[in-house]
């Protein structure tokens, strides 16, 4: 067998997920999740460094996918447009599979620990499509709103995208998510 | 002495933010700012549970001031605007310390680990102005959208009032940010 198989990654994070959301997060070792996966716990740290890392599977590879998005947005593409852009290519690939976000999501949602990982994740989604934009010479406070912005745009589209188990795509969810935001700005702000 | 006194949380924050500022936060131990702070080490524990937490003092009264203000807001106040007003009676009394909030800041920008601290604070802060604007009946995904695009806007306001060594009252920084982020939506979405 290979040292690392992807197979078995993909099968790691499939058994993983069941457990989780059939007893809880707190309730599952590492051991079962291997053992569901028909490998054994110490293969399993091949993989993943503990029970957590099985749900950020990919994840490490998530900023330098973005980065390279927005850095190849056409070049008139304006910050907020090449970051959605960005954010769009790597939602349409995770809406593949809806099933298994939305567990995942379910999952995060009950556990402190996991939404403190997930936060550290979306923080560097912000910090690296902030360093594209400033690549692209975007000033510094615009690359950082453009870069938050995005971000919140993003998380908003996949929650309505897994609420609706992917009715809609992903980018028709991100669009939707757009016009809420504009409209909160536009109607809204000005003082009562 | 009485067991829990206000004057003297304020000199362990003040005592913290100097060392932490002069020898990185990983190297300041809490017998080192409480006695700087004219206290014996035992007595810091009395405020702070560790060296972490006396960077986020008053941190767990935030999220009910901030439940509060978004209630209270002027019954036609739209979402976003009754958001934003919360926020800025926070800032603005937030706005006495600038000194210290700017050093505040950086000793954060330093350290992983505050900056997780930091983020379940603003996660904190989002969900209080999400549970706020369901009681005043705005509906779940609006509520949770305004409420995550007014953590992002108070942020970036917070950093360009910090780097601004507090020239512009929060209060125009934030309006300064609005405008950026109607900007960035307006003009900027629409495909190339």
Aim: net charge negative; proline share 3%.
């Amino acid at each position: 067998m290979a040292r690392w198989d992807p197979g078995t990654a993909e099968r790691l994070t499939q058994a993983a997920l069941e457990l989780y959301t059939e007893h809880g997060y707190d309730n599952v070792t590492v051991t079962q999740i291997a053992e569901r996966a028909g490998i054994t716990r110490r293969s399993y740290f091949r993989y993943f460094a503990d029970k957590r890392e099985v749900l950020f599977a990919g994840s490490e590879r998530l900023p330098a996918a973005l980065r390279a998005a927005v850095v190849d947005a056409h070049p008139a593409a304006s910050p907020l447009y090449a970051a959605l852009e960005a954010l769009t290519q790597v939602g349409t690939a995770l809406a593949e599979h809806i099933d298994r976000t939305a567990a995942r999501r379910a999952v995060i949602a009950a556990s402190p620990e996991l939404q403190e990982r997930e936060r550290t994740k979306l923080a560097m989604v912000t910090s690296a499509i902030e360093e594209a934009l400033l690549q692209r010479g975007v000033d510094g406070e615009k690359a950082e709103l453009a870069a938050r912005l995005a971000t919140v745009a993003s998380q908003s589209a996949l929650d309505r995208w897994a609420a609706g188990r992917g009715e809609n795509d992903f980018e028709t969810c991100l669009q939707a998510v757009v016009t809420s935001l504009r409209e909160l700005l536009t109607d809204d702000v000005a003082p009562i």
